[in-house]
């Protein structure tokens, strides 16, 4: 930092069970790396995400407000980040009016205006030009997964992925807020498949129970970047674990989950970085086991998805976010 200047960062972020962790969780990657950098960093989040949103860090003061909309927290900050899409252009402006201070909205759709001083948007292509329409023009924009907000943690675990000469390994996991049948679905498409190797089943909230048994290991909670390693293919969602996905090279049968997921799903089809079914409303047992099948029986394939995987994202979003807001 110049002068050194202690930076006072504040992160507005909500993280449950209804909208998902996504949010929380990557701007939790991109507060220890602030912290890192000697920066001082407080999260504001709502009541009802106080059973989730746990800091990784000691040094990430956390508080909890009743109104989803109240600014009176923000008057100490250089700089406010808001990862929300139930906080809009007046919540914007409302504190950059009173507080004078820096603006970061963090987002992953163009449908609406924002009065902010830097702009995050992983999962579109850096050339997009909607954005011009919904950014005051001295707003820096970041645009594509050369900033998608990854762990330094999970970015020095990546290695070049290896010919996969079958698959062995599968690994199921929807994120934190999978439906209820999602999960036993999956498992019964790949019951109907040929497959004999292992499974791991990562139910985190999901309330579904499920045993153990001598192919399928269930798991609660549990540390992802192992599992992710180990795994020849992920079934999951397209949420914000998608480009931990990739950074790791691993390839990808998904599902969308929500309207959010969709953006992250149009660009790894565009990308080639994971074969896409759609949304998983639509898909059964029958027709997910058959894209099980066909990747099972086409090894070169889930090879190709997963070089095209590890070529999507590098893992250096964060550092490339920090050096762009120059504090």
């Excluded at 199921?172 to 999978?178: L, R």
């Excluded at 153990?212 to 969602?237: C, E, Q, R, T, W």
């Excluded at 997910?288 to 998805?305: E, W, Y």
Aim: proline residues 4%; aromatic residues 10%.
């Amino acid at each position: 930092m110049k002068n050194n200047k202690v930076f006072h960062i504040a992160f507005r972020v909500d993280g449950n069970l209804k909208i998902g962790m996504g949010h929380a969780k990557r701007c939790l990657a991109l507060a220890d790396y602030f912290i890192r950098k000697g920066c001082k960093v407080d999260f504001i989040s709502h009541i009802s995400c106080k059973k989730f949103i746990k800091p990784s860090s000691k040094k990430i003061k956390i508080q909890f407000i009743s109104n989803s909309k109240d600014v009176s927290k923000f008057g100490k900050y250089n700089l406010v980040v808001i990862d929300s899409y139930k906080l809009n252009l007046a919540y914007e402006r409302k504190i950059k009016n009173k507080f004078q201070c820096k603006l970061m909205v963090i987002d992953d759709f163009f449908n609406r205006k924002h009065d902010c001083n830097y702009y995050l948007n992983q999962n579109s292509f850096s050339n997009n030009k909607t954005v011009k329409k919904i950014l005051p023009i001295n707003c820096k924009a970041l645009l594509g997964p050369k900033y998608a907000l990854i762990s330094p943690k999970i970015r020095k675990l990546r290695a070049k992925p290896k010919p996969i000469g079958s698959v062995k390994n599968i690994l199921i996991n929807f994120g934190s807020n999978a439906p209820a049948n999602l999960y036993s679905k999956t498992v019964k498409a790949i019951q109907m498949t040929n497959y004999a190797g292992k499974v791991n089943v990562v139910l985190g909230f999901a309330k579904q129970e499920f045993k153990s048994s001598k192919n399928f290991i269930v798991h609660k909670f549990v540390k992802m970047p192992p599992l992710f390693i180990k795994a020849d293919l992920i079934i999951g969602a397209t949420g914000s674990s998608s480009w931990e996905r990739c950074v790791l090279g691993r390839p990808s049968l998904t599902l969308s989950i929500s309207k959010d997921q969709l953006p992250v799903a149009k660009l790894l089809i565009k990308l080639k970085a994971a074969q896409h079914l759609g949304r998983y409303t639509k898909i059964n047992s029958k027709l997910l086991s058959k894209s099980i099948q066909n990747l099972l029986d086409q090894p070169s394939a889930v090879t190709r998805m997963a070089k095209a995987s590890f070529n999507a994202c590098d893992g250096l979003g964060i550092q490339r976010v920090y050096k762009s807001l120059k504090l």
